[in-house]
Every structure is written in C-alpha cells, then in structure tokens.
Nanobody
C-alpha cells in the first residue's frame, strides 16, 4: 500500500519561502510521477508541479514557474517542493500524489496524501 505524507506547511509572509516535503512508503513504480496539487479556499484543486521518477523530468504550472522547484532525494523516497517569492494567492492546502504521469496531468492520481496547509499573509 502506497502512503504519502506531506509536511512543511505553515504561515509565511509575502515574498517568503517554504519547503514542503512528501514522504513516501510502499512500492511506487519507476514509471510513475509524483506531483503536488493545491486547493485554495473556495476553489478547485489544481496541479502545481510534478516529477517523473524514471528520468527526473519536471513540470510546472504557469502560475508557479520560476518560483517553485520540485526535486527528490537520492533514495527517491522524499519529494520536495521549494517555494519562493510566495504570494497571497499561493495560500492553499498542498497535497502530494502519485500515479502515472498521464493521471497526474489529468488530475486523477492513484494515491493522495492528506495535505499540508500553506498560508501566505502579513
């Protein structure tokens, strides 16, 4: 059984930075991707970024390009989302998820974490 656990959320001022972590357990296929999604209050969940495990290729939503960086540790068990130049509109619950890349892109991963809350406010 695959499990995903997010951590690192919190309160940060506009312009600040946070690093989210997604710890994984269980067998995740090398052909899969791990992605970050977010859901802001009153809005639909949206994809933020993902990384394909087989080759490390990364993908970003336009709204976070140049500000967020996704990476993974050498063992491949933890995926990070480094967030810089944070804006109020980045406020959301952030979820990590895994599944085939096509499923990540479609917003329908196989496994989800429970989320970590990020609040950007002065």
């Amino acid at each position: 059984q695959v499990q995903l656990v997010e951590s690192g959320g919190g309160l940060v001022q506009p312009g600040g930075s946070l690093r989210l972590s997604c710890g994984t357990s269980g067998v995740i296929l090398d052909s899969y991707a791990i992605g970050w999604f977010r859901q802001a209050p009153g809005k639909e969940r949206e994809g933020v970024s993902c990384i394909r495990l087989s080759d490390g290729n990364t993908y970003y939503a336009e709204s976070v390009k140049g500000r967020f960086t996704i990476s993974r540790d050498n063992a491949g068990n933890t995926v990070y989302l480094e967030m810089t130049s944070l804006k109020a509109e980045d406020t959301a619950v952030y979820y990590c998820a895994t599944g085939p890349l096509s499923a990540i892109v479609a917003g329908s991963p196989e496994y989800w974490g429970r989320g970590t809350r990020v609040t950007v406010s002065s």
